[in-house]
Nanobody, 122 residues
Framework: QVQLVESGGGLVPAGGSLRLSCAAS????????MGWYRQAPGKQRELVAR????????NYADPVKGRFTISRDNAKNTVYLQMNSLSPEDTAVYYC???????????????WGQGTQVTISS
């Protein structure tokens, strides 16, 4: 059983900062990548940022480039999302995602956290 536990959401005024954390636990062979997605009311879920655990390559959605930073602590199976200069447009439920391999040569699978609400007041 794999669990992704998110924390760090909340309500902050525009211009503020938040740091999200997501810890993966359970039985798996390797975390290949972790990322953050968000879904605002009435909109589709979209990628925010993603990081490859081996090597640390990252990619960001255009709206968050220069404001958000994704990082990971491989020893803790944890990914972070530092969000600065927040605006009301960043209001959404933020979901953690992990791409995991259950064994050395097996296929990978995608897992999701339960989501954490981020609300930015104007």
């Amino acid at each position: 059983q794999v669990q992704l536990v998110e924390s760090g959401g909340g309500l902050v005024p525009a211009g503020g900062s938040l740091r999200l954390s997501c810890a993966a636990s359970g039985t798996f062979f390797r975390i290949n990548a972790m990322g953050w997605y968000r879904q605002a009311p009435g909109k589709q879920r979209e990628l925010v940022a993603r990081i490859i655990t081996s090597g640390g390559n990252t990619n960001y959605a255009d709206p968050v480039k220069g404001r958000f930073t994704i990082s990971r602590d491989n020893a803790k199976n944890t990914v972070y999302l530092q969000m600065n200069s927040l605006s009301p447009e960043d209001t959404a439920v933020y979901y953690c995602n992990a791409d995991l391999s259950m064994r050395l040569f097996g296929p990978s699978a995608s897992y999701w956290g339960q989501g954490t609400q981020v609300t930015i007041s104007s």
